[in-house]
């Protein structure tokens, strides 16, 4: 059997890190060497392009265009060369769905929750043409799935809500996501005034879904409250619209002492990050999963996540669960927290038994290829 493993679609975030991941572990075991051959498709400039440099001949690996509508063009157009060349029989696009020849069997990692949970208006607040291309792309993700020869999932929810939606004629399974906890750590130094404050990690870049524009108000709440805290954002300072909305927002209201914004952190930073804050926050609308909550699990600290049904599913007791919208309930949440051990301990042990139940990467990396080798097998 000859894969072709595509990666295409990942740049940079949590889905390029659970790629390198498996990528790790494929090439460290050598599992490579039962198939006829694996090769690779990447985005240029990403992460996974440079690792695989290193690791794989230059006939495997074929780049492609880290821009959404040139990648397309380059799937519709200049890899289907490199597919009749590399004699390709099965496709495992890792997350999202290729342009690639009808007859070349496609699995596809599905993380997209919005089109499993038609009921939730997850673009609300957008309109004119971006809310049109959102949509558009979200028919693209329907369609994707129908046409899968195999999807994975990584939740039994959205596995579930995708058979009743959709009913689709190829194989589906639920993967549930591993944790990688790099072996050599890099130490993540914070500015001496902030040691001994109690601190809140928002781990993620500038979405809305992730309610980070509510950071300022919360704040404000607290003090209001007059309870010190610091939020810790990690979004890139990248002067992008949202980060001037952000810093406009914070000095309006005067809490400049309430926010610190690092930048981006490199995963050997993680441990030594996670182990210096008291709190992790998950305030968003809808995910198929998030790394936050494996990593709040993994480290120990307690959770403070958005109270729909897509976090009660996956985090059950393991989470402490708050209105997103409202930032004065958010406020009173952390300021009880602060001062109910008992109940923060509790949350944090039930995520420690609940970690217990998910794969390690070994385990994670055998259930997908196992899957992809099912799928084949079925065709044949």
């Known amino acids: 059997m000859n894969i072709l493993f595509n990666f295409s679609t990942l740049k940079a975030g949590g889905g390029q890190n659970v790629a390198l991941n498996f990528l790790h572990c494929?090439?460290?075991?050598?599992?490579?060497?039962?198939?006829?051959?694996?090769?690779?498709?990447?985005?240029?400039?990403?992460?996974?392009?440079?690792y695989l440099s290193e690791q794989v001949g230059s006939e495997y690996i074929f780049t492609v265009s880290s821009n959404p509508l040139k990648r397309l063009v380059d799937e519709l157009v200049c890899t289907r060369t490199f597919i009749r060349q590399q004699h390709i029989d099965i496709i495992y696009s890792y997350f999202g769905y290729g342009l690639f020849p009808k007859k070349i069997l496609q699995v596809t990692g599905s993380a997209v929750s919005n089109i499993y949970f038609p009921e939730i208006n997850f673009w609300e607040g957008f309109s004119g043409l971006e809310l049109w291309k959102h949509k558009l792309v979200d028919k693209y993700r329907r369609l994707s799935v129908m046409r899968s020869a195999g999807v994975v999932f990584e939740t039994e929810l959205l596995e579930q809500r995708c058979r009743e939606l959709f009913k689709p004629k190829g194989l589906l399974i639920t993967i549930r996501p591993s944790i990688f906890v790099p072996q050599q750590e890099a130490e993540f130094v914070f500015p001496k005034e902030?040691?001994?404050?109690?601190?809140?990690?928002?781990?993620?870049?500038?979405?809305?879904?992730?309610?980070?524009?509510?950071?300022?108000?919360?704040?404000?709440?607290?003090?209001?409250?007059?309870?010190?805290?610091?939020?810790?954002?990690?979004?890139?300072?990248?002067?992008?619209?949202?980060?001037?909305?952000?810093?406009?927002?914070?000095?309006?209201?005067?809490?400049?002492?309430?926010?610190?914004?690092?930048?981006?952190?490199?995963?050997?930073?993680?441990?030594?990050?996670?182990?210096?804050?008291?709190?992790?926050?998950?305030?968003?609308?809808?995910e198929s999963f998030s790394n936050n909550i494996i990593e709040a699990w993994t480290y120990h600290k307690p959770l403070i996540a958005s109270d729909e049904a897509w976090t009660h599913s996956i985090c059950g007791e393991s989470a402490i669960y708050v209105n997103r919208n409202n930032?004065?309930?958010?406020?009173?949440?952390?300021a009880l927290c602060l001062k109910k051990e008992t109940e923060v301990n509790a949350a944090v042990e039930a995520g420690k038994k609940l970690l217990t139940s998910y794969p390690t990467i070994e385990e994670r990396t055998d259930q997908e290829l196992s899957f992809i080798e099912q799928v084949y097998a079925q065709s044949h």
Not at 26 to 50: K, N
Not at 264 to 282: A, E, H, N
């Open 26 to 50: 494929f090439i460290e075991r050598r599992l490579f060497e039962h198939y006829e051959s694996c090769s690779y498709l990447v985005a240029s400039g990403s992460a996974i392009a440079t």
């Open 194 to 286: 902030l040691a001994a404050l109690k601190k809140g990690l928002f781990l993620c870049g500038w979405q809305k879904n992730k309610q980070v524009m509510l950071i300022p108000e919360i704040a404000a709440c607290l003090k209001q409250r007059g309870v010190p805290f610091m939020f810790v954002l990690t979004a890139a300072q990248d002067n992008s619209p949202m980060h001037q909305q952000f810093v406009k927002k914070v000095e309006e209201l005067q809490v400049n002492e309430y926010v610190y914004m690092p930048g981006t952190i490199g995963k050997s930073m993680l441990p030594s990050l996670y182990r210096q804050i008291d709190f992790v926050f998950l305030l968003s609308k809808l």
């Open 327 to 334: 930032p004065e309930c958010i406020a009173d949440c952390i």
